[in-house]
């Protein structure tokens, strides 16, 4: 299949119709609105419905009740909308709801900017509803990775009964590039006997549900929970190391922040560096193998954010006081800089000789 030139946002809405989304609920927000806009105009085509909802919350109890019905259903929004549908979001992970959702992060606290961001490292990673859940969480770092990753997160859902959130931002939401679908395809839905699709006389009635009233029913449901969570932390850790055998230092990083580390290091590796790259591609579960792929050599880990340091948190309980650990990132809206990320390391590296 040739490759198409799509701005992000698109891509996520074409790919998740060829995975078999029928259902999309959400409300607009800069960066993200071209998602909506483009499953309002492509997703009854496939015979599917798409609803803006009066509000972020209303469009996230949609998405409660169309996993439940069994169906494949999306929304999408950028953070101060993520964080509306956080109470929404604990509530299908509790009921064990297949569903993705797509974040593209912009620069906060509060309405903040319509820059990118990833100043919700935290409120993916450690869950911004109540209660004990978890989420499955990707971060991409192209749009050929968010097609991609749409029809695993799709696949993933159904697998774990889990929402599963996308953590883009607005750099990939907004930019273009050349994308191929080739690896898309509505696969053949696994059963959902769970599912509240009628029982035609034939079974008893489904009960979705996360109200347990006894105290011991509901810790026993959440040791049920903890037990899936740990089943996907063992299985579903996903990474990309670039150049990290015998580096002196490795950076930390995902997302767009990864793009720019990447340049960061060609460019200090070609004045005779070595500097390797770590791209955590789960935020959650934290790819903690990958850093048992480090060297004795690597003395040390750069962690590069769009915010004022959210990942470093993990970086540090991976690395279990190994190796020193810096970071260095800009916030608000504001893109760090490959010179900024390369002067860094360079202080870094003089600092220790």
Same mark, same amino acid.
């Given at each position: 299949?040739?490759?198409?030139?799509?701005?992000?946002?698109?891509?996520?809405?074409?790919?998740? *119709?060829?995975?078999?989304?029928?259902?999309?609920?959400?409300?607009? +927000?800069?960066?993200? @609105?071209?998602?909506?806009?483009?499953?309002?105009?492509?997703?009854?085509?496939?015979?599917?419905?798409?609803?803006?909802?009066?509000?972020?919350?209303?469009?996230?109890?949609?998405?409660?009740?169309?996993?439940?019905?069994?169906?494949?259903?999306?929304?999408?929004?950028?953070?101060?909308?993520?964080? $509306?549908?956080?109470?929404?979001?604990?509530? *299908?992970?509790?009921?064990?709801?297949?569903?993705?959702?797509?974040?593209?992060?912009?620069?906060?606290?509060?309405?903040?900017?319509?820059?990118?961001?990833?100043?919700?490292?935290?409120?993916?990673?450690?869950?911004?509803?109540?209660?004990?859940?978890?989420?499955?969480?990707?971060?991409?770092?192209?749009?050929?990775?968010?097609?991609?990753?749409?029809?695993?997160?799709?696949?993933?859902?159904?697998?774990?009964?889990?929402?599963?959130?996308?953590?883009?931002?607005?750099?990939?939401?907004?930019?273009?590039?050349?994308?191929?679908?080739?690896?898309?395809?509505?696969?053949?839905?696994?059963?959902?006997?769970?599912?509240?699709?009628?029982?035609?006389?034939?079974?008893?009635?489904?009960?979705?549900?996360?109200?347990?009233?006894?105290?011991?029913?509901?810790?026993?449901?959440?040791?049920?929970?903890?037990?899936?969570?740990?089943?996907?932390?063992?299985?579903?850790?996903?990474?990309?190391?670039?150049?990290?055998?015998?580096?002196?230092?490795?950076?930390?990083?995902?997302?767009?922040?990864?793009?720019?580390?990447?340049?960061?290091?060609?460019?200090?590796?070609?004045?005779?560096?070595?500097?390797?790259?770590?791209?955590?591609?789960? $935020?959650?579960?934290?790819?903690?193998?990958?850093?048992?792929?480090?060297?004795?050599?690597?003395?040390? $880990?750069?962690?590069?954010?769009?915010?004022?340091?959210?990942?470093?948190?993990?970086?540090?309980?991976?690395?279990?006081?190994?190796?020193?650990?810096?970071?260095?990132?800009? @916030?608000?809206?504001? +893109?760090?800089?490959?010179?900024?990320?390369?002067?860094? *390391?360079?202080?870094? $590296?003089?600092? @220790?000789?």
């Amino acid at each position: 299949m040739a490759k198409v030139l799509m701005k992000g946002n698109e891509a996520i809405g074409e790919a998740a *119709i060829l995975a078999g989304c029928r259902f999309f609920f959400g409300y607009p +927000i800069t960066p993200q @609105s071209e998602l909506l806009e483009y499953m309002s105009l492509h997703l009854p085509k496939a015979g599917g419905t798409f609803l803006q909802a009066e509000s972020e919350v209303a469009a996230i109890n949609m998405v409660y009740g169309a996993a439940g019905c069994g169906a494949r259903v999306m929304t999408g929004s950028s953070s101060p909308g993520i964080a $509306l549908k956080q109470e929404g979001i604990s509530y *299908i992970a509790g009921a064990e709801l297949p569903c993705v959702i797509v974040n593209m992060m912009r620069g906060g606290p509060g309405l903040g900017s319509i820059q990118p961001a990833q100043s919700d490292y935290n409120q993916s990673t450690r869950g911004g509803g109540d209660g004990d859940y978890k989420l499955l969480v990707y971060a991409p770092a192209s749009i050929q990775e968010m097609v991609d990753y749409v029809q695993i997160s799709f696949d993933k859902a159904d697998q774990y009964r889990n929402p599963v959130l996308i953590a883009g931002d607005g750099v990939l939401g907004q930019m273009m590039e050349p994308v191929e679908f080739s690896s898309q395809k509505a696969t053949d839905l696994p059963a959902k006997d769970w599912a509240t699709t009628g029982t035609d006389g034939k079974r008893a009635p489904n009960v979705i549900n996360s109200l347990y009233l006894d105290a011991e029913e509901l810790e026993k449901h959440n040791i049920h929970l903890s037990e899936k969570y740990a089943k996907m932390k063992e299985n579903e850790q996903r990474w990309e190391s670039v150049g990290i055998e015998g580096a002196e230092l490795v950076i930390v990083a995902y997302g767009t922040t990864a793009r720019i580390a990447r340049s960061a290091m060609d460019n200090l590796n070609k004045q005779g560096r070595k500097i390797g790259l770590l791209r955590p591609i789960t $935020l959650w579960p934290y790819p903690e193998k990958a850093f048992e792929e480090l060297d004795d050599a690597t003395k040390h $880990l750069l962690v590069v954010e769009m915010s004022m340091g959210q990942m470093i948190d993990d970086v540090r309980i991976v690395n279990e006081g190994k190796r020193k650990i810096d970071f260095v990132g800009r @916030s608000g809206g504001v +893109i760090p800089s490959t010179s900024l990320v390369e002067e860094k *390391i360079l202080e870094i $590296l003089e600092r @220790s000789e």
